[in-house]
C-alpha cells in the first residue's frame, strides 16, 4: 500500500527534486532548440565542412547512450582541467544529447519546404542567412512541431539521470527519502507523480499547439 506519509514528512526534499527538474528541463529545452536548430542548418549548408561538422555532430551525439554523454560533462572535462558544478554537467549533458535529435527533426523540416522558396528570398535580396532565418526555419519549425514537442517530453523524463551524477533532481532527492524511509514503492510512487504534473500538460500544450497550427495553415 502507498503510505502518504512519506509525502507529508518529506516534501522539503520532493519539492526541492521537482524545482531542479523543472530548471533543468527549461535549460536544456531551451538549449537544445537553439543549438539543434543551428546544427540543422549547418547540415544543409553548401559549404562542405560545415555540413561535416553537423554531420559528426548528429551521429556522434545520437549514438552513444545520454549516460555515456552525461559523463562526458562531469568525468572527461574535469579529467582535462575543466571542472562544472554536477548540476551544470548534468544539464549541459541533457541538451547535447536532445538537440542532436531535434537537429534531424529540423532538417526534415527544411527539406521539405520547397527550394522555391529559398531561391525567391535569395532573389529579394536577402543572404543566404537571412533567407534561412527569415523564411526557411519559420515554415520548417512549424511543419515539425509533433517531432519536436516528442523530444521535449522525452527530455523532461531523461532529466532523471541526473540523479545518476547527484544532480539534486526528483530522482536523486527520491533515492535519498528513500534511503531515509525504506518505503520504496511509496516514494517512487509520489516521483512518478510529480514527473506527471510536467509532462501532462506539456503534453496537452503540444497538442493544442498543434491544431492551432494545423487551422491557421
Known sequence: MIDFSVLTENWRDFLEGFYHTVLASVLALAGSFLLGTLVAVLRITPSRVLNGIGAVYVELFRNIPLL?????FYIGLPAVGIRLPVFVSGTLG??????SYIAEAIRAGIASVPKGQMEAARSSGLTYVQAM????LPQAIKLVIPPISNQFLNLVKN?????????????????IVDSETFQTL????????????????LSYASVVLERRLARSG
Open 186 to 201: 511509496s516514494t517512487y510512487f509520489f516521483v512518478g507523480l510529480f514527473y506527471l504534473v510536467l509532462t501532462i500538460p
Open 68 to 72: 555515456l554523454v552525461v559523463y562526458i
Open 94 to 99: 541533457l541538451m547535447v544529447y536532445t538537440s
Open 133 to 136: 532565418r527569415l523564411v526557411i
Open 159 to 175: 532529466s532523471s539521470i541526473l540523479g545518476v551524477i547527484a544532480g539534486f533532481d526528483l530522482m536523486y532527492y527520491g533515492d
